[in-house]
């Protein structure tokens, strides 16, 4: 779990005796101390027998702070030149107090924020939001199918899942609606249509920019501006960004249908991003595999009719 200092970033060593010692060296003696680098925390001010140090980071995590007095103490007495009693201490009018809890009381706090933060993130993983992308959905000319199907199903699978907005196909507007709910906790994002390859589907293009924790399978390839092709291909994405799993499926519903087993599937077993969409690509690649093969069948039915004089 990590603290917000806000504005209490201060804490002050008192009393110490000091001679000419180095006010470098101490801020690098209590930064070792707490985790923190060269540059994240500085000596502010020694007059009489007060030290005072400022820490240059807005967050800490529990564990560098809680019930670390003892050993900053031990640390700073080691500097040339610092000296420490029996009545030195380590004080802070901020969070930054912690640090001279005793140790006891320290480990209780960091057991319960450990199981807070747990308690948190699961939480967190467990919201999914689903947003549909689309000129057509967004100027009403279709209905939105693949939303509440999705928040259907992912609710029957222990989600809290609603639904997000729907986003026009271009990439600045994909990528604001991953990253803010992102950022609003959600866990999961789900995005439907865009994985195209014409220059207007931009979902997979949005993802790749937000993360370079993503993975993006061809599902069929094409040679570029062939036809409408302004791409070389369909693909699929799953990323991570900032903790949240973002999955771009289709815009088809019957594809959308298809495709849910296998993201049930690699949800249930907390699959990583490269398998889940390798699997999802699989699974779309075989559905246009099998509409190649039934063309091919259709074919050579038709020849067979016309050698035997059927047409």
Not at 88 to 100: K, N, P
Not at 126 to 134: E, H, L, N, P, S
Not at 156 to 184: C, F, H, Q, W
Not at 216 to 231: I, N
Request: proline content about 4%.
């Amino acid at each position: 779990m990590e603290y917000r200092l806000l504005e209490k970033t201060e804490l002050w060593i008192s009393p110490v005796i000091l001679k000419v010692a180095d006010l470098g060296a101490c801020a690098r003696a209590v930064g070792n101390v707490l985790g923190l680098d060269e540059g994240q925390i500085m000596v502010t001010d020694a007059i009489g027998d007060r030290l005072t140090l400022d820490i240059l980071v807005p967050t800490v995590k529990a564990a560098q702070i809680v019930a670390r007095q003892d050993e900053v103490l031990k640390a700073i007495s080691e500097v040339p030149g610092v000296g420490v009693t029996s009545e030195t201490a380590v004080h802070s009018a901020g969070v930054l107090g912690l640090i001279s809890l005793d140790k006891e009381t320290g480990r209780e706090l960091l057991e319960r924020s450990a199981a807070m933060r747990d308690e948190v993130a699961g939480r967190i993983a467990k919201r999914a939001m689903v947003i549909a992308t689309g000129p057509e959905i967004v100027n009403g000319q279709i209905k939105d199918t693949n939303t509440p199907y999705l928040v259907g199903m992912l609710r029957e699978v222990g989600y809290t899942a609603s639904a997000g907005p729907v986003v026009e196909d271009k990439l600045d507007s994909i990528l604001l609606a991953m990253r803010l709910a992102a950022e609003n906790a959600y866990g999961l994002i789900v995005t439907t249509g865009g994985v195209g390859a014409e220059g207007k589907d931009q979902t997979v293009e949005a993802l790749l920019t937000l993360t370079d924790d993503a993975f993006a399978p061809y599902v069929l390839k094409f040679k570029r501006e062939e036809g409408r092709h302004a791409k070389d291909g369909v693909r699929l994405g799953v990323g991570l960004w900032a903790g949240t799993l973002i999955v771009c499926l289709p815009g088809p519903h019957d594809e959308v249908e298809l495709l849910w087993p296998v993201l049930k599937q690699g949800l249930l077993t907390v699959a990583g991003p490269k398998l889940l969409a390798e699997s999802l690509a699989h699974a779309l690649r075989g559905k246009f595999l099998a509409h190649s093969g039934e063309h091919i069948d259709n074919r050579h039915h038709n020849l067979a009719e016309m050698i035997h004089g059927s047409k």
